[in-house]
């Protein structure tokens, strides 16, 4: 049986910091990931802005930020645009930690651009922008400078409690379909969120729930779980492209370029939702708007809306900052088909079909201030937990979130790992989790593939952007069915 002082199930943004600092602090970590280092997960794929108060942007990262920002101001913001709902505890550690987290990924060989980034929500622009590709390439590189055991390929499964706290998991091996139990005095979720519940989501396909199942068997509370963030721009059309958040590159919380998006009777729409800032809202506003004007029978064939730049000048477009990035290059394609192709079409008049997608879940598995969760042994970093963003996700503020949690879970894990043991394993209980993982493997049954797409359905249906006490009662008696 393998062991580690700490396990971190997850090898992103949050379990690569959280491992880093339980190394820093003198103990042993593993990482397991279902994937590779540094090419799985949500931050990889990361835009990316890491939201600092702008007056620490200038004042620690040297870079051109604005002095009439500060602190208080940033958790101010964060706290209004979780609707009240955040645990202001745990928001006041990410304000106050996160520019020396940001200064020292600089040191280590983050690149980041000069000039942040102002989006919808913030007073002050605080989005420090580099990539999630920059961002793993650096975390990647210091896991191995500092020698922390990564086992890649792995599918946690199960956590293994003896006498009420974790003292393990166990899982497969996807590389060889064996059976694996890894023991550990402290074990850190950082799994990130479960976006893959949805028909249509912008997130990688890794991102399926599993430490959020894991953590509910293990006996942890969760908060906010109902609160899940929706992307207010995602293609319906082409086919290949559903679901897929391109048009965000254009969109209103992207830089502010002004698309406009129509009812199928062509009404500007946000215009009754908002009249001063219409389409450049926060992200739980636009959903709304999106999806209320479907329910209320005024969508387009495909169940959406129309969104539009032809008002727009084409050298504007054309010569938009954002065009001389990746997303919009005139090489840049996708499944095949040409986005500046479409781009073209966009700027002669056609309006494309968009919807809204999953894109974060801002709540999550209960933790306090120090990433503790109610289960002895048991941790938790990042998208996995709730309580940072309460109702909704500020833009910027994922990645603030994941390594402030990361670093904290980790001190946190370490402490305690440092008055604990390794445990044996029970028996019994390992007999009854080799069973229930080997049996998809072992036995015909139901099409795993066909009850995955029939929640998908169930959740696309009754646990959206506008949900109500119908409809999620309709969902618990679907999924019991």
């Known amino acids: 049986m393998h062991k580690a002082d700490v396990i971190i199930i997850g090898s992103e943004g949050a379990g690569a910091r959280a491992a880093l600092e339980v190394k820093r602090l003198g103990l042993e970590p593993m990482i397991v990931t279902k994937g590779m280092l540094g090419r799985c997960g949500a931050t990889v794929t990361a835009g990316a802005d890491i939201n600092v108060d702008s007056k620490s942007i200038k004042d620690v990262l040297g870079l051109n930020g604005d002095v009439r920002d500060s602190k208080e101001k940033f958790f101010e913001d964060t706290v209004i645009g979780g609707r009240y709902l955040s645990n202001q505890k745990i928001v006041e550690e990410h304000v106050e930690r996160i520019p020396q987290i940001v200064k020292e990924m600089v040191e280590w060989g983050l690149v980041v651009d000069t000039e942040p980034t102002q989006v919808a929500g913030h007073s002050y622009p605080r989005g420090v922008m580099t990539n999630g590709i920059k961002i793993m390439r650096v975390l990647a590189n210091q896991i191995k400078k500092a020698n922390i055991p990564v086992y890649e390929h792995f599918m946690a499964i199960d956590l293994v409690k003896k006498d009420g706290k974790v003292i393990g998991v166990v899982g497969l091996d996807l590389s060889t379909g064996e059976f694996i139990k890894i023991g550990a005095k402290a074990v850190i979720l950082a799994t990130g969120g479960g976006m893959q519940l949805y028909s249509y989501s912008t997130a990688p396909d890794e991102l399926t729930g599993d430490g959020h199942a894991m953590a509910f068997r293990a006996g942890a509370e969760f908060v906010d779980a109902e609160m ?74 495909a169940g959406g809306v129309y969104y539009s730049i032809k008002h727009l000048p084409d050298n504007l477009v054309d010569n938009w900052p954002a065009a001389k990035g990746h997303m919009v290059s005139e090489d840049f394609t996708f499944m095949g088909f040409s986005f500046k192709e479409l781009v073209d079409k966009m700027k002669k008049g056609l309006a494309i079909e968009i919807a809204v997608a999953s894109h974060f879940f801002c709540g999550g598995i209960r933790v306090n201030e120090k990433c503790v969760t109610c289960v002895p042994g048991l941790f938790a970093a990042g998208e996995v937990t709730g309580g940072t963003n309460g109702g909704n996700r500020l833009s910027g503020n994922a990645l603030t ?78 999924i019991n069915d």
Not at 273 to 296: C, Q, S, Y
Not at 419 to 445: C, T, W, Y
Request: with cysteine; aromatic share 12%; proline share 5%.
């Open 228 to 301: 899940i963030q929706f992307m207010g721009g995602t293609f319906l059309s082409p086919p290949a492209w559903a679901g897929h958040s391109f048009p965000y590159c254009f969109g209103p919380d992207a830089g502010g370029l002004d698309v406009r998006m129509f009812d199928k009777f062509g009404h500007r729409f946000m215009e009754k939702v908002d009249p001063v800032n219409k389409e450049h809202v926060t992200r739980d506003v636009l959903a709304r708007g999106i999806m209320n004007e479907v329910f209320e029978g005024n969508g387009s064939p």
């Open 401 to 478: 979130q994941i390594f402030v949690q990361g670093d904290i879970a980790g001190e946190s894990a370490a402490a305690y790992a440092k008055k604990s043991a390794f445990e044996d394993f029970p028996n019994e209980e390992i007999e009854q989790f080799r069973n229930r993982v080997m049996a998809p493997l072992e036995h015909d049954g139901v099409n795993a593939f066909e009850v995955r797409k029939e929640l998908q359905k169930v959740a696309w249906d009754d646990i959206c952007v506008i949900r109500s006490e119908d409809s999620l009662t309709s969902a618990l008696a679907k």
